[in-house]
């Protein structure tokens, strides 16, 4: 098969299952939590490496900010044999009470954007696979980890999130919004694969606090930053186990 023309890569190159960040940076700290880990490839938003967590080999690749991009690297990566997704990211809560730094595990995602709908209805449900995401909830529970596990919201336009529209998915009972999931989920199941995620709180849209409005220098606050190695931790393990 012919070299992936955005993540340069080939079929044999990566292992079958793969973590997902959104940004590059966070690749290279998944790989620091593992026993050893090279890089294969990097362009644009897009860094790939194998590692290796408790024996279980694994890839890791980035998948830029939205769901074009993310579309992108899952259909490349499944050309070349990846089977399993797993999603590490970031996300802003909606309800009252999730704390920047909480963990969610997603059981749905609301397609509150266009890539997925270019590919099938919008009734078509953005669904995690069940092993992937009992695997992620049961992880946390072996590390006595609290997870809020529940639907959530893919929202393409950072900036045009209104406070109608916040209120909207506040009210609906959905935990929070990112801007890959629901691509991910979708593309997952089309291709008859499996995908899951979790994600860690920057900020809680509801109560005020948006990513980037309580820091100076940095993307993250320090709450947020300190848990998504636990995150890591756990979506790490739930691979071992899949």
């Not at 290279?28 to 294969?40: G, M, N, Y």
């Not at 967590?53 to 899952?74: D, F, K, M, Q, V």
């Amino acid at each position: 098969m012919a070299t992936q023309p955005h993540l340069l890569v080939e079929d044999g190159e990566l292992t079958d299952i793969a973590l997902i960040p959104g940004d590059p940076g966070r690749v290279d700290r998944i790989a620091d939590h593992c026993d050893e880990s090279e890089t294969v490839a990097q362009n644009r938003e897009y860094k790939v490496v194998n590692a290796t967590y408790e024996g279980r080999e694994l890839t890791i690749c980035s998948t830029g900010i939205g769901c074009p991009s993310a579309a992108i690297a899952i259909e490349e990566l499944a050309n070349v044999g990846v089977e399993t997704f797993v999603r590490v990211g970031t996300t802003g809560a909606l309800q009252s009470g999730i704390e920047i730094g909480d963990m969610i595990v997603a059981t749905g995602a609301a397609k509150n954007e266009g890539t997925s709908k270019r590919y099938e209805a919008v009734e078509y449900p953005a669904v995690p696979d069940y092993d992937v995401l009992s695997a992620l909830v049961d992880s946390a529970e072996a590390n006595d980890e609290d997870v809020h596990v529940g639907p959530i919201a893919s929202d393409d336009a950072y900036y045009a999130e209104t406070d109608a529209a916040v209120d909207d998915w506040e009210a609906a009972g959905l935990l929070s919004v990112e801007m890959e999931a629901a691509a991910v989920f979708s593309l997952a199941r089309r291709r008859g694969l499996r995908a899951g995620a979790i994600c860690t709180v920057d900020g809680n849209l509801v109560e005020g606090t948006q990513k980037g409005t309580d820091t100076e220098d940095d993307e993250l606050p320090d709450k947020a930053k300190n848990n998504v190695g636990r995150a890591i931790d756990i979506a790490l393990e739930a691979a071992a186990d899949l």
